[in-house]
Nanobody, 114 residues
């Protein structure tokens, strides 16, 4: 059974930094993050392929950085310059190929106080 487990969420003041980690039990071509604010849909945040191609949502460009350690099957999300609107549950996903099934973690809560 494939497992994806996030960690690192918490409470941080606006302007602060936080790093999320996501460890998987399988090797994935594509790993990344989505987030869901209260009462809103789940939105894309960032992704990184095993070839180190990275994509970011416009709202986080220049503030967030995604990285991978393929040997550890882990993806990280370094978040800086946090804003209140970054608050939400952050979900990690992994998938083996484009168009294949996404495996999701249980989510980790990030709360940014203004």
């Amino acid at each position: 059974q494939v497992q994806v487990v996030e960690s690192g969420g918490g409470l941080v003041q606006a302007g602060g930094s936080l790093t999320l980690s996501c460890e998987s039990s399988a090797n994935f071509f594509d790993m990344g993050w989505y987030r869901q604010a209260p009462g809103k849909q789940r939105d894309f945040v960032a992704r990184a392929t095993s070839f180190n191609n990275k994509t970011y949502a416009d709202s986080v460009k220049g503030r967030f950085a995604i990285s991978r350690d393929n040997a550890k099957k882990t993806v990280y999300l370094q978040m800086s310059g946090l804003k209140a609107e970054d608050t939400g549950v952050y979900y990690c996903y992994g998938r083996r190929a484009a168009g294949s099934q996404n495996y999701w973690g249980q989510g980790t809560l990030v709360t940014v106080s203004s």
